[in-house]
C-alpha cells in the first residue's frame, strides 16, 4: 500500500508538472531524447546514439533494481523522451499505468519482447518461490534477458530502428554504430563460448541469486544457487548454506560468485568454509556511482565476467 500511494503520489505531481510539455525541436534542441530504466539498455543506448542524443538511466547508480520507483521527475522523463526503454517485467510493472496516464505517444522499447524469454526456474539447493508476492499463480519469466551477448545484440538491433524511427535523419549513422557494436559483442560471445567449451568443468556456483539464466543456457552451463534471479529474499536458511558448501567441496568449486551490489555475507561463509575464491559476476543491471562517473560499460564488465569465468571452469 505504501508503494501504491507513492507512486500515485508521484504520478499526480508529474502530470501536473507535464502541462509545460516537450519543448518544440529548434536551436535549443540538443538532439534525440532516450531514457532507460536499468544500466545494460542505458549502455547499449549510449553506444548506438553517440553525440547525436542525451541517454539517461533512471535508476540510480549502486540502489537495487527491484526495488525502484519512479519519481515525478523521472516520469516527466519518460514523457518527455523520443524512447523509453525498459525490461517489461514484474519489477517494472509501474511501467504500464505510467505509459497509460502521460501524455501522448511514447516509442517505447520493451527488452522482453527482443528475445526468446525463458522461465525463470528453482534448481537443487535452491529457494524456491518467485519472490513475487500475489504473482505465484503465473507464469514468471526471467528479467535478465541482457546478460547473454546473443540476446544483447538483438536487444540492440530493436534499439536501433527505434532510434532511426525517431531520427531518421541520422539513420545512417545508427546503423553504422550498431554494425561496430555488434561486431564487439560478437567477440564476446565468442570468447565465452571458448571458455566454456576449453574448461575442466561445466559447473558455476552463486551463493546469492542468480540473474544469469540467459547466460547460462547461452553457454551450456550448469549451476548452483540460493536464490532466482528476482527473488526478493536476502537471507538464505542454513539448509541452503549447507548444501551450497558441499557442492563446493563435492565439486572440487574452485570460486564462488556474488551479484554486484548485494549482500556477500553467504559468498563469505561459503568461501571461508571450503576455501574457495571469492568471485563479483556483473549481471550489469546497475553499476556502482564511481563507476557510473568513470564511464563503465557493458562490455567492460562483461569482459571482466570472461576472465571470472575461465578461473571458475578451470
Same mark, same amino acid.
Given at each position: 500500500?505504501?508503494?501504491?500511494?507513492?507512486?500515485?503520489?508521484?504520478?499526480?505531481?508529474?502530470?501536473?508538472?507535464?502541462?509545460?510539455?516537450?519543448?518544440?525541436?529548434?536551436?535549443?534542441?540538443?538532439?534525440?531524447?532516450?531514457?532507460?530504466?536499468?544500466?545494460?539498455?542505458?549502455?547499449? =543506448? %549510449?553506444?548506438? /546514439?553517440?553525440? !547525436?542524443?542525451?541517454?539517461?538511466?533512471?535508476?540510480?547508480?549502486? *540502489?537495487? &533494481?527491484?526495488?525502484?520507483?519512479?519519481?515525478?521527475?523521472?516520469?516527466l522523463a519518460i514523457q518527455n523522451a523520443d524512447v523509453f526503454i525498459y525490461v517489461g517485467g514484474v519489477s517494472d510493472a509501474w511501467v504500464a499505468d505510467v505509459l497509460d496516464s502521460v501524455a501522448g505517444?511514447?516509442?517505447?522499447?520493451?527488452?522482453?519482447?527482443?528475445?526468446?524469454?525463458?522461465?525463470?526456474?528453482?534448481?537443487?539447493?535452491?529457494?524456491?518461490?518467485?519472490?513475487?508476492?500475489?504473482?505465484?499463480?503465473?507464469?514468471?519469466?526471467?528479467?535478465?534477458?541482457?546478460?547473454?551477448?546473443?540476446?544483447?545484440?538483438?536487444?540492440?538491433?530493436?534499439?536501433?530502428?527505434?532510434?532511426?524511427?525517431?531520427?531518421?535523419?541520422?539513420?545512417?549513422?545508427?546503423? =553504422? %554504430?550498431?554494425? /561496430?557494436?555488434? !561486431?564487439?559483442?560478437?567477440?564476446?560471445?565468442?570468447?565465452?563460448? *571458448?571458455? &566454456?567449451?576449453?574448461?575442466?568443468?561445466?559447473?558455476?556456483?552463486?551463493?546469492?541469486?542468480?540473474?544469469?539464466?540467459?547466460?547460462?543456457?547461452?553457454?551450456?552451463?550448469?549451476?548452483?544457487?540460493?536464490?532466482?534471479?528476482?527473488?526478493?529474499?536476502?537471507?538464505?536458511?542454513?539448509?541452503?548454506?549447507?548444501?551450497?558448501?558441499?557442492?563446493?567441496?563435492?565439486?572440487?568449486?574452485?570460486?564462488?560468485?556474488?551479484?554486484?551490489?548485494?549482500?556477500?555475507?553467504?559468498?563469505?561463509?561459503?568461501?571461508?568454509?571450503?576455501?574457495?575464491?571469492?568471485?563479483?559476476?556483473?549481471?550489469?543491471?546497475?553499476?556502482?556511482?564511481?563507476?557510473?562517473e568513470e564511464g563503465v560499460t557493458y562490455l567492460d564488465l562483461m569482459w571482466e565476467n570472461a576472465e571470472a569465468l575461465k578461473e571458475a571452469l578451470n
Open positions: 500500500m505504501k508503494r501504491l500511494l507513492t507512486f500515485l503520489i508521484a504520478l499526480a505531481m508529474a502530470l501536473a508538472l507535464a502541462a509545460c510539455g516537450r519543448e518544440p525541436a529548434g536551436e535549443e534542441d540538443e538532439g534525440l531524447s532516450v531514457v532507460t530504466t536499468v544500466f545494460a539498455p542505458y549502455d547499449f =543506448a %549510449r553506444t548506438l /546514439a553517440g553525440d !547525436l542524443g542525451t541517454v539517461t538511466m533512471l535508476l540510480p547508480p549502486g *540502489s537495487e &533494481a527491484h526495488s525502484y520507483e519512479p519519481t515525478p521527475k523521472d516520469i505517444d511514447v516509442r517505447a522499447v520493451t527488452l522482453m519482447d527482443c528475445v526468446e524469454l525463458l522461465e525463470e526456474e528453482t534448481v537443487e539447493g535452491m529457494e524456491g518461490g518467485d519472490g513475487h508476492e500475489g504473482h505465484a499463480h503465473a507464469t514468471e519469466y526471467d528479467e535478465h534477458v541482457w546478460t547473454s551477448p546473443r540476446n544483447a545484440m538483438l536487444i540492440c538491433d530493436r534499439i536501433a530502428a527505434a532510434l532511426c524511427e525517431a531520427d531518421p535523419g541520422h539513420e545512417a549513422s545508427y546503423k =553504422a %554504430r550498431l554494425a /561496430a557494436y555488434k !561486431l564487439e559483442l560478437s567477440r564476446l560471445d565468442a570468447e565465452f563460448k *571458448s571458455i &566454456a567449451a576449453h574448461g575442466e568443468r561445466d559447473t558455476v556456483v552463486f551463493a546469492d541469486r542468480f540473474p544469469l539464466l540467459y547466460f547460462a543456457r547461452a553457454y551450456g552451463l550448469e549451476y548452483y544457487a540460493a536464490f532466482p534471479g528476482c527473488s526478493e529474499d536476502a537471507e538464505p536458511s542454513a539448509a541452503t548454506v549447507a548444501f551450497i558448501i558441499d557442492k563446493v567441496r563435492q565439486e572440487d568449486i574452485p570460486v564462488v560468485f556474488h551479484v554486484e551490489l548485494s549482500n556477500e555475507d553467504m559468498a563469505d561463509t561459503v568461501c571461508g568454509e571450503t576455501g574457495a575464491a571469492k568471485r563479483q559476476f556483473n549481471a550489469c543491471h546497475n553499476v556502482t556511482r564511481s563507476q557510473f
